[in-house]
């Protein structure tokens, strides 16, 4: 158990539509990455929070935002959702904002967009 | 941009056969390097780290070492079981612009072992 916790584990959905998925990070632990893993493009870097800040953002689309609460908990919306988001959704979280520090991943959340 | 690249899978082995999954990098400096697994079902977990050059990262039987003049860090096994079967992601650290670090994997190496 990595003690990260998503949810929820699936979600189907159709076209069109907006979802929030959570991510509750380890204790202890102020940076938050989302990542989204697909068979085609392996796993990819969307954002990073570290204690409530954005701090860094990889390809992530527009259609998509995210935010780090005071508790440190994160979630990630998607909005105006195609058949491409179909995916694997991962949250990650470590102790420090320097990539230093190892990752421990939540077991991530499964959407499908039909 | 620095990046990191993996053998493609599936690689396909017998029970107790060596292991070798090659990872190779490009990086500014001199990143720390990571495995990391991921089991069906589950999201990845660390395998083992390097953070200098020459550095031997080891953890259940597998086995990596931070080649800095071939810039690979290439993992190991000498026996591996059927247990073994997973997903691999050579991982590095990479710098954005405002100095703020970001873990960049690999797309991945799928690990068959078979009884």
């Known amino acids: 158990d990595s003690g990260v916790t998503q949810t929820p584990k699936h979600l189907i959905t159709a076209t069109g539509q907006r979802v929030t998925l959570r991510c509750s990070p380890r204790?202890?632990?102020?940076?938050v990455y989302w990542y989204q893993q697909s068979l085609d493009q392996g796993l990819q870097f969307l954002i990073h929070?570290?204690?409530?800040?954005?701090?860094a953002k990889g390809n992530i689309l527009e259609r998509f935002s995210a935010q780090q609460f005071p508790d440190l908990h994160s979630e990630l919306n998607l909005s105006s959702l195609e058949l491409g988001d179909s995916a694997l959704y991962f949250c990650a979280s470590s102790v420090g904002g320097t990539g230093e520090s190892p990752l421990h991943f939540g077991n991530g959340t499964r959407l499908t967009v039909t | 941009g620095d990046s990191v690249t993996q053998m493609e899978g599936p690689v396909t082995l017998s029970e107790e056969a060596f292991l070798t999954i090659n990872c190779t990098y490009t990086?500014?400096?001199?990143?720390?390097l990571f495995w990391y697994v991921q089991y069906p079902g589950e999201g990845l977990q660390l395998l083992l780290k390097a953070t200098k050059a020459d550095d031997k990262g080891s953890n259940k039987g597998f086995e990596a070492t931070y080649r800095k003049e071939t810039t690979s860090f290439h993992l190991e096994k000498g026996s591996v079981q059927v247990s073994d079967s997973a997903v691999y992601f050579c991982a590095l650290r990479w710098s954005r612009t405002g100095g703020s670090y970001i873990p960049t994997f690999g797309r991945g190496t799928s690990l068959i072992v078979h009884p």
């Open positions: 929070y570290y204690n409530g800040e954005e701090r």
């Open positions: 204790s202890g632990d102020l940076s």
């Open positions: 990086a500014t400096g001199y990143p720390s």
